[in-house]
């Protein structure tokens, strides 16, 4: 009887292991593949920014 109890203790906690392993690898991928997609964006706003700032000076350069 008592053999069983920890056998089922034992099963039980290994499924809540195996589930909270399972979880936090979604939401891990899930951050990883937010964070590409940021980074992206940001390089894209960058190379965007650059190319403004050049056209501002070579518009000023033009003025004088």
């Known amino acids: 009887m008592k053999g069983k109890i920890y056998l089922y203790l034992f099963v039980f906690s290994l499924l809540v292991n ?13 951050y990883e593949k937010d964070i590409k997609k ?11 920014n650059s190319e403004a700032s050049l056209l501002e000076t070579e518009k000023d ?3 004088f």
């Not at 195996?18 to 899930?30: A, E, H, L, M, T």
């Not at 940021?38 to 965007?48: Q, Y």
């Open 38 to 48: 940021f980074k992206a964006k940001i390089e894209i706003l960058e190379h965007s």
């Open 18 to 30: 195996v589930f909270q392993y399972v979880n936090s690898k979604g939401i891990i991928d899930k």
């Open 61 to 63: 350069t033009v003025k």
